[in-house]
């Protein structure tokens, strides 16, 4: 499986901006996929993911109630809506996607197996 993201850049605080996640070589039903972030000296944290069966969708606090993640039917391509993002979202975001990994383990980074090459976003104020 490989993953491609894109659409990262420079927004302005309480704007908004699209992050895309393409992945190639997956027909997995259970699949787990979404996005993690980086920012400079810190760890690799979880943004959010959405999980099939059934699509749930989930959230880290910070991002929740701003940023929405969706995907087209077929899983293979997963989207980041970034609204009102503000100057602690300025990060590398990364793409990752999971066959295993299970319900209690999808914020924890260890748990994907295909990451994509990251996509900068900078935030400014």
């Known amino acids: 499986v490989q993953l491609q993201a894109s659409g990262g850049g420079l927004v302005q605080a309480g704007g908004s901006l699209r992050l895309s996640c393409a992945a190639s070589g997956g027909t997995q039903s259970r699949v787990v996929m979404g996005w993690f972030r980086q920012a400079p000296g810190k760890e690799r944290e979880f943004v959010s993911v959405i999980r099939w069966p059934g699509g749930h969708t989930y959230y880290a606090d910070a991002v929740k109630g701003r940023f929405t993640i969706a995907s087209d039917n077929a899983k293979n391509t997963v989207y980041l809506q970034m609204n009102r993002p503000n100057t602690e979202d300025t990060a590398v975001y990364y793409c990752?996607?999971?066959?295993?990994?299970?319900?209690?383990?999808?914020?924890?980074?260890?748990?994907?197996?295909?990451w994509g090459q990251g996509t900068q976003v900078t935030v400014s104020s």
């Open positions: 990752a996607r999971s066959h295993t990994a299970i319900l209690s383990s999808i914020t924890y980074a260890q748990s994907y197996a295909y």
